[in-house]
């Protein structure tokens, strides 16, 4: 037997806010019949291309430490650059700039949401499939 992954969860103090930060962030969607509303205390976001969830949960803790699991995102219609460019002009916290470190064009860029937690942009599959 085995088991797969139903949805990513992510614990955070305000599950609207963020899983409305993360929607335009990835270009999620709320899931049919099931809106998020301001004060839900569990959020869920769809992405309408893979089927693959994210559910935000409010929790009273605070963010201790770095994460030890985060995301690891491709950009879908443009290059790694662009998409960090994207981000930065969202307001998103750049927390580690790696580009490069193995040779031109290569490396991410870690970045971390309104609360926190720590993601990664790596290169397209486009410019990996290019070099």
């Given at each position: 037997m085995v088991c797969f992954v139903s949805h990513t969860s992510v614990d955070?103090?305000?599950?609207?806010?963020?899983?409305e930060w993360w929607k335009?962030?990835?270009?999620?969607?709320?899931?049919?019949d099931d809106p998020?509303?301001?004060?839900?205390?569990?959020?869920?976001?769809?992405?309408?291309?893979?089927?693959?969830?994210?559910?935000f949960i409010e929790v009273p803790d605070k963010k201790q430490a770095?994460?030890?699991?985060?995301?690891?995102?491709?950009?879908?219609?443009s290059g790694r650059d662009e998409e960090v460019d994207r981000l930065i002009g969202l307001g998103t916290t750049v927390v580690a700039d790696h580009r490069g470190v193995h040779g031109p064009?290569?490396?991410w860029v870690v970045f971390a949401?309104?609360?926190?937690?720590?993601?990664?942009?790596?290169?397209s599959q486009q410019e990996i499939d290019a070099r």
């Open positions: 955070c103090h305000d599950a609207f806010e963020l899983s335009a962030l990835l270009g999620y969607v709320d899931i049919e998020n509303l301001p004060g839900h205390e569990e959020c869920m976001i769809l992405d309408p291309e893979t089927g693959h969830r994210i559910l770095k994460n030890r699991l985060h995301l690891d995102l491709r950009p879908r219609d064009g290569s490396g949401d309104p609360e926190g937690n720590e993601f990664c942009v790596l290169r």
